[in-house]
């Protein structure tokens, strides 16, 4: 495994991205739990209060959750940025975005007004903390421009979610305040095309050819692609605003060859592979972009076929496919490098720190028990194949769905738990042989 332009040494405290990583498959299983108290009847439109709800706790809970984390992580030892107040806003922007979560879905469900405006408080206030300690360390980022350019993307596609998403609950929590719905198809835009798909862009550029060994993404696409995407996501938004349909057809094709680029790149560096042995990990990923070229084929399909675009699956298929095919198989994946490299990184500065040998540090590929995370991956997909399924049958197959994707949520806690006392054991003897 290479470490390819990461400064190490800039690692924040260990505990606050694990507290964000640990939280997000927790979130998954309330979701399953969720669905299985209010039945299929109730998610069979996309403007369903339990389909509303549910992808809340899904976006805000599994995906946001694990974003922040990782961007907390990737920016100070990609840029070599210092956070400032790390551990206390690290801690303030966990607990709001928790408690904003789960209130914000509970009032939604509920229609409660009250719940529901102090989820509007918590949740401002856990982005507003979070983008204020990002963006202060990237304007002091000492290294990686290239990096740092695409995390800005990625950054401005989140305030401008965060703020429509805050412009749309107020008009759940007053009454009296009207708010034009067309914004939600580019809340949602912004949020799934903009802010995860281009985090996950530059992430990837790293940790793919780094945990995957594969070759490195090529030049051209790691300049300009996010950037294309972004401009694409500012055309159709624009064209959306100005109900003009070309420019919302633009928009809409520069996103679509900039988002199958991305993944056809994806699945064929996956095919250079140095090592070609089962890997969870590049399994993950793998149906990562099967989802992400199948969401953009059934898009491509809606433009020429209106039916299709008419029917009330269109959406849910579009949302489930980009949400839990594309975004959590993503997650999943990167759980499985992402915990054990950071394990491995704390336990080297520890012997480095106290002059004890490196070989009381485990072998990385040891942190993880394979034959648990293949069969939680197995879980994953029956789970996706299912809730897929279960947009047409919903009577039929939501609740097989849900019950599977709970159980793969509750394998992969136990996964990464296993991972943690990996490391709890390794670090006492690390203490324990400095002091003898």
Not at 14 to 42: E, H, S
Not at 176 to 202: A, E, K, Q, Y
Request: aromatic share 12%; with cysteine; net charge positive.
């Amino acid at each position: 495994m290479s470490q390819p332009k990461l400064i190490l040494s800039r690692s924040i405290p260990f505990k606050i991205p694990l507290r964000f990583f640990f939280t997000a498959p927790l979130f998954g299983v309330l979701a399953a739990i969720f669905i299985l108290w209010q039945g299929p009847l109730a998610f069979t439109t996309r403007w369903s209060p339990g389909v509303v709800a549910v992808t809340h706790l899904m976006v805000l809970g599994y995906i946001v959750m694990v974003m922040l984390g990782a961007l907390l992580q990737v920016v100070s030892v990609l840029t070599g940025a210092r956070l400032p107040g790390i551990k206390r806003t690290g801690l303030v922007t966990y607990l709001s975005l928790t408690a904003g979560t789960l209130l914000l879905s509970a009032g939604l469900v509920n229609d409660a007004a009250d719940l529901i405006r102090l989820a509007i408080v918590l949740l401002a206030l856990s982005f507003i903390l979070f983008c204020s300690v990002v963006i202060m360390g990237l304007l002091t980022a000492q290294a990686r421009s290239d990096a740092a350019g695409r995390m800005w993307l990625a950054l401005i596609s989140l305030v401008l979610t965060v703020a429509l998403g805050i412009w749309l609950a107020t008009g759940y929590a007053w009454d009296n305040f009207t708010v034009d719905r067309t914004l939600t198809d580019i809340h949602l835009t912004w949020g799934l095309l903009g802010w995860i798909s281009l985090l996950v862009m530059t992430v990837a550029y790293e940790v793919v050819p780094m945990f995957q060994l594969t070759p490195a993404y090529p030049k051209v696409l790691t300049r300009w692609l996010s950037m294309s995407i972004f401009f694409g996501l500012i055309a159709w938004s624009g064209g959306i605003l100005l109900a003009n349909a070309f420019i919302v057809l633009l928009g809409s094709l520069v996103l679509a060859c900039g988002l199958f680029l991305f993944a056809l790149t994806t699945l064929w560096l996956q095919k250079q592979r140095k090592k070609k042995q089962p890997n969870v990990t590049v399994w993950f990923w793998f149906c990562a972009m099967l989802c992400l070229i199948a969401a953009i084929g059934v898009w491509v399909s809606a433009q020429f076929y209106l039916p299709l675009k008419q029917a009330p699956s269109y959406a849910l298929m579009l949302g489930v496919l980009m949400i839990a095919g594309f975004a959590i198989s993503v997650i999943n994946g990167m759980l499985y490098k992402i915990i054990p490299f950071l394990c491995w990184v704390h336990l080297s500065m520890k012997v480095t720190e106290l002059g004890v040998s490196r070989r009381h540090i485990p072998n990385i590929k040891t942190f993880i028990n394979n034959s648990h995370a293949h069969l939680q991956l197995l879980l994953h997909l029956l789970a996706l194949l299912l809730i897929v399924v279960a947009i047409l049958y919903p009577e039929l197959l939501l609740i097989p769905a849900a019950v599977f994707f709970a159980l793969s949520n509750i394998l992969l806690c136990w996964n990464l738990f296993a991972v943690l006392q990996v490391y709890k054991k390794s670090e006492t003897e690390i203490i324990a042989n400095a002091m003898a």
